[in-house]
Nanobody, 121 residues
Framework: QVQLVESGGGLVQPGGSLRLSCAAS????????MAWYRQAPGKQRELVAS???????NYADSVKGRFTISRDNAKNTVHLEMNGLKPEDTAVYYC???????????????WGQGTQVTVSS
């Protein structure tokens, strides 16, 4: 079993900062990609940021320059440092990992339960 658990969400004022964390546990052979998605009420789930092998990162245009994704391979964790938060960043943030559970496994996607981020005055 693979489990991803997010933490760090909460209520913050516009312009504030939050640091989200996600820890993966279970039968993990190798993590290919870790990413953060978010879903606001009435909207589609969207990719916020991802980090792959070699530390290659990708960000949604809406968060570039404000968010930073990082990965601690030794701990099977991923973080999302969010600065300059805006009300439109309000959403449930989900951790996703594409990982292999064993050698020969091409990789499958696993999702965390989500953590609420609310940006409001």
């Amino acid at each position: 079993q693979v489990q991803l658990v997010e933490s760090g969400g909460g209520l913050v004022q516009p312009g504030g900062s939050l640091r989200l964390s996600c820890a993966a546990s279970g039968s993990i052979f190798r993590i290919n990609v870790m990413a953060w998605y978010r879903q606001a009420p009435g909207k589609q789930r969207e990719l916020v940021a991802s980090i792959g092998n070699g530390g290659i990162t990708n960000y949604a245009d809406s968060v570039k320059g404000r968010f930073t994704i990082s990965r601690d391979n030794a701990k099977n964790t991923v973080h999302l440092e969010m600065n300059g938060l805006k009300p439109e960043d309000t959403a449930v943030y989900y951790c996703m990992s594409n990982l292999r559970t064993h050698l020969g496994d091409l990789g499958s996607n696993y999702w965390g339960q989500g953590t609420q981020v609310t940006v409001s005055s």
